[in-house]
């Protein structure tokens, strides 16, 4: 029973063999959006570390879960009023049935300051380190020759680019995080030719806060996702999100994914510094008989020089 879990988890995310999305799907994507967007990085204004752990479709074995940790920072004094350049780094691990991955990226984002807003431009580039037991699959084809040799850290190079526009109260955002559609040929190792291939992502957000009275501010939030090429393409996906932000220290949310999932998140700046989330998953789907749902917590830490700056921590300030 337990394979069977395992294979309904990796059959989802995967519909057909051969191709893959190289892209993780985080719920709480606004608290830090360099994770799918370079040109976020250096849009606090201060250095920021951050943490996200994701457990996906718990109760079903095999099912992914991911852990990243990413930190970025203008670059220069933190007496400068405004710093073009930022830069960031993360670090990606993620396990999904037989296969681990782990990921190291580093980000670049040269800023332009408007009257009212910044513009920033960002590259990223960096690689995966790919990893596969087949030998703990139990396949209905024995001997399948796709699942004979195991894959031990092959190397998958990659880079991507996007462009992120903040006011002091909305954000917009459109990138390609991982542009190279990387495969692992097989064919020396097996009987065939056949190919494991990513997909390359697409992804426009954006958000807007309304100010409702003096302790109440109302943000609508969405994420548009795409992967495909000419070949083949996955579902096209998306979030709506709305979040009642309270003394510009508590955040209730709701959000609903159209590949069919309810979300409720809960996120709390406790001090300057540090900002706590969670959010949890309700499925919609064919799968919600044999999974608890999905769990994710973000922790973030900034480090702040100038507390002056900052007399009114605002975590919404992910603009």
């Given at each position: 029973m337990k394979r069977l879990f395992w294979l309904i988890a990796i059959v989802t995310l995967a519909p057909l063999p051969g191709f893959s999305q190289s892209?993780?799907?985080?719920?709480?994507?606004?608290?830090?959006?360099?994770?799918?967007?370079?040109?976020?990085?250096?849009?606090?204004?201060?250095?920021s570390v951050n943490m996200a752990y994701r457990d996906q479709w718990d109760g079903?074995?095999?099912?992914?879960?991911?852990?990243?940790i990413s930190v970025d920072a203008p670059v220069g004094s933190y007496m400068i009023p405004f710093r073009k350049v930022a830069i960031g780094m993360s670090f990606t691990s993620e396990e999904l049935g037989v296969e681990h991955n782990h990921d190291l990226v580093a980000y670049y984002a040269y800023r332009i300051k408007m009257k009212k807003s910044v513009v920033s431009f960002g590259l990223q580039a960096g690689g995966k380190f790919y990893s596969a037991n087949y030998d703990k699959l139990n396949p209905y084809q024995q001997y399948d020759p796709n699942l004979v040799h195991n894959v031990?850290?092959?190397?998958?190079?990659?880079?991507?680019?996007?462009?992120?526009?903040?006011?002091?109260?909305?954000?917009?955002?459109?990138?390609?995080?991982?542009?190279?559609?990387?495969?692992y040929d097989k064919s020396e190792k097996t009987l065939n030719n056949e190919k494991a291939r990513e997909i390359r992502g697409y992804?426009?957000?954006?958000?807007?806060?309304?100010?409702?009275?003096?302790?109440?501010?109302?943000?609508?939030?969405?994420?548009?996702?795409?992967?495909?090429?000419?070949?083949?393409?996955?579902?096209?996906?998306?979030?709506?999100?709305?979040?009642?932000?309270?003394?510009?220290?508590?955040?209730?949310?709701?959000?609903?994914r159209t590949d069919k999932s309810f979300e409720v998140i809960l996120?709390?700046?406790a001090t300057k510094n540090i900002n706590i989330g969670y959010a949890y998953d309700y499925l919609l789907s064919?799968?919600?008989?044999?999974?608890?749902?999905?769990h994710e917590l973000v922790v973030g830490y900034n480090f702040m020089r100038d507390n002056s700056k900052y007399t009114t921590p605002r975590f919404i300030k992910a603009f």
């Open positions: 892209d993780q799907h985080y719920t709480m994507f606004m608290y830090n959006k360099l994770l799918y967007n370079p040109g976020y990085a250096g849009s606090r204004d201060l250095t079903i074995p095999g099912a992914p879960k991911t852990l990243n031990k850290n092959a190397f998958l190079p990659n880079f991507g680019a996007g462009v992120y526009w903040s006011g002091d109260n909305y954000y917009a955002g459109l990138s390609v995080p991982n542009i190279l559609q990387n495969y992804y426009i957000n954006g958000g807007y806060v309304y100010q409702l009275n003096n302790t109440i501010e109302i943000e609508p939030q969405v994420m548009f996702r795409y992967a495909g090429n000419g070949t083949y393409h996955l579902p096209f996906s998306a979030d709506f999100n709305v979040s009642a932000i309270a003394y510009s220290r508590l955040m209730l949310g709701v959000t609903y996120h709390v700046q064919s799968l919600n008989p044999y999974s608890k749902g999905s």
